[in-house]
């Protein structure tokens, strides 16, 4: 993705041959982009050769997860109609964990009937109800703890999960109290030492404090798992000022941990797969100019991208056309949504602006589209997925009549 000839091309795609096409707003994912990601993500970790499993959670497209199905790569699921569209796009269920800290009864059984790799338990009493339905379809589950490792990500507080104050996980006394209570289980198996201490992380140094956590609980276990899922939340660079993961720092720590616990690792990303692969192309309805700043009103909203209403994320945001005179205003861009919130960045100064351009919002691969809304009744926008200089549509835009 860059530009050529001051126009913004996907891929071999031009921005214009898109906006003549289809109405505005837009993501558009590259696929070139995401096989680019999972190659380097496999490369980087080739030493040991971990399960991957995409983290449906982060982009759920059925077109999407072909493609991630197409580079071999496994699913991460959190409910049950996650696991129906990862083996919907044909992931095999061997390559499926289940995660999450409120699995119904539904879900587990149909978890359970589709004999899929793993199934992540957070407490003693969904360990109960796996092994009531195990009992049921006379069947010996394979299921993962997840322990909480009590691991500060050094990441946004909301989106921190290996926290003690955090809902997810086990704590160590209770989860050794859970190993010797279903070590010997004749419909449970314990396969698995789960952890995931949040999302976009971009220093090594907390994943070295929850090896080391995980090193101690396995030795005082006493007990060999076949798996460690270290879940995901390996972070992107969203800002020139900001960093993405160092993968070769993390591989080392891990290839040391390996040197004591002879184990499989398994991962779940997610962002680091989709969301630089993924874009919004955005229209100015109108700008509207104050002594102080020009709001630069687009026709996307936070329906649409909720994560700088939500977390206060970042997103830049970059013209389809570049030109060379630029405006020394702040510009807050935002959308028409009735809510102060509803607005994506802050600028101190941008490229001179027209009504009815086009906009391009950055990095929205993950945690886009799947936490779109309704909210004031707006309609989602359609997903296009480009491979060279072909685009198809893999989301249809909604219509009015669809929900009212």
Same mark, same amino acid.
Request: proline share 2%; charged share 25%.
């Given at each position: 993705?860059?530009?050529?000839? *001051?126009i913004?091309?996907?891929?071999?795609?031009?921005?214009?041959?898109?906006? +003549?096409?289809?109405?505005?707003? &837009?993501?558009?994912?590259s696929?070139?982009?995401?096989?680019?990601?999972?190659?380097?993500?496999?490369?980087?970790?080739?030493?040991?050769?971990?399960?991957?499993?995409?983290?449906?959670?982060?982009n759920?497209?059925?077109?999407?997860?072909?493609?991630?199905?197409?580079?071999?790569?496994?699913?991460?699921v959190? !409910?049950?109609?996650?696991?129906?569209?990862?083996?919907?796009?044909?992931? !095999?269920?061997?390559?499926i964990?289940?995660?999450?800290?409120?699995?119904?009864?539904?879900?587990?059984?149909?978890?359970?009937?589709?004999?899929?790799?793993?199934?992540?338990?957070?407490?003693?009493?969904?360990?109960?109800?796996?092994?009531k339905?195990?009992i049921?379809?006379?069947?010996?589950?394979?299921?993962?703890?997840?322990?909480?490792?009590?691991?500060?990500?050094?990441?946004?507080?909301?989106?921190?999960?290996?926290?003690?104050?955090?809902?997810?996980?086990?704590?160590?006394?209770?989860?050794?109290?859970?190993?010797?209570?279903?070590?010997?289980?004749?419909?449970?198996?314990?396969?698995?030492?789960?952890?995931?201490?949040?999302?976009?992380?971009?220093?090594?140094?907390?994943?070295?404090?929850?090896?080391?956590v &995980?090193?101690?609980?396995?030795?005082?276990?006493?007990?060999?798992?076949?798996?460690?899922?270290?879940?995901g939340?390996?972070?992107?660079?969203?800002?020139?000022?900001?960093?993405?993961?160092?993968?070769?720092?993390?591989?080392?720590?891990?290839?040391?941990?390996?040197?004591?616990?002879?184990?499989?690792?398994?991962? +779940?990303?997610?962002?680091?797969?989709?969301?630089?692969?993924?874009?919004?192309?955005?229209?100015?309805?109108?700008?509207k100019?104050?002594?102080?700043?020009?709001?630069?009103?687009?026709?996307?909203?936070?329906?649409?991208?909720?994560?700088?209403?939500?977390?206060?994320?970042?997103?830049?945001?970059?013209?389809?056309?570049?030109? !060379?005179?630029?405006?020394n205003?702040?510009?807050?861009?935002?959308?028409?949504?009735?809510?102060?919130t509803?607005k994506?960045? *802050?600028?101190?100064?941008?490229?001179?602006? *027209?009504?009815?351009?086009?906009? &391009?919002?950055?990095?929205?691969?993950?945690?886009g589209?799947v936490?779109? !809304?309704?909210?004031?009744?707006?309609?989602?926008?359609?997903?296009i997925?480009?491979?060279?200089?072909?685009?198809?549509?893999?989301t249809?835009?909604?219509k009015?009549?669809? &929900?009212?």
């Amino acid at each position: 993705m860059k530009y050529i000839n *001051n126009i913004f091309t996907i891929e071999n795609c031009s921005i214009n041959k898109v906006i +003549e096409k289809f109405e505005t707003p &837009i993501f558009c994912y590259s696929q070139k982009k995401i096989k680019e990601n999972i190659n380097n993500f496999k490369k980087s970790f080739k030493s040991f050769s971990p399960i991957i499993c995409f983290s449906t959670k982060s982009n759920s497209n059925l077109e999407i997860l072909k493609e991630i199905k197409r580079n071999g790569l496994g699913a991460d699921v959190v !409910s049950k109609g996650e696991l129906m569209i990862a083996l919907k796009a044909g992931i !095999s269920s061997k390559k499926i964990v289940f995660s999450g800290v409120g699995k119904t009864a539904e879900e587990l059984e149909f978890a359970i009937k589709k004999n899929i790799l793993l199934i992540n338990a957070e407490s003693e009493s969904e360990i109960d109800q796996i092994e009531k339905i195990a009992i049921r379809q006379n069947k010996k589950v394979s299921i993962g703890l997840r322990l909480n490792p009590n691991t500060d990500a050094k990441t946004i507080k909301k989106i921190s999960t290996g926290r003690k104050e955090d809902k997810f996980g086990l704590t160590k006394y209770n989860f050794l109290k859970l190993v010797k209570k279903y070590k010997n289980s004749k419909f449970i198996k314990l396969k698995c030492l789960s952890v995931h201490i949040g999302s976009q992380i971009t220093s090594h140094l907390p994943y070295a404090n929850m090896l080391k956590v &995980i090193s101690q609980v396995l030795k005082q276990s006493n007990y060999y798992f076949e798996y460690i899922d270290l879940g995901g939340g390996m972070g992107i660079r969203y800002s020139k000022t900001n960093k993405s993961l160092n993968y070769k720092k993390y591989n080392n720590l891990i290839k040391k941990f390996l040197k004591k616990n002879k184990t499989k690792i398994i991962f +779940e990303p997610g962002r680091s797969i989709i969301g630089n692969a993924g874009l919004i192309l955005s229209k100015i309805i109108y700008i509207k100019k104050t002594n102080n700043k020009n709001f630069v009103i687009l026709d996307t909203a936070m329906n649409d991208l909720l994560r700088p209403a939500l977390y206060g994320a970042f997103h830049n945001i970059i013209p389809s056309v570049k030109n !060379s005179s630029y405006i020394n205003k702040n510009h807050e861009f935002v959308g028409p949504v009735c809510e102060t919130t509803d607005k994506f960045l *802050n600028l101190k100064k941008f490229q001179k602006l *027209n009504e009815k351009d086009i906009l &391009i919002i950055c990095d929205v691969g993950a945690y886009g589209m799947v936490l779109s !809304s309704n909210y004031n009744l707006r309609t989602k926008p359609a997903e296009i997925l480009v491979n060279k200089s072909v685009f198809k549509i893999i989301t249809k835009r909604q219509k009015l009549n669809n &929900i009212i």
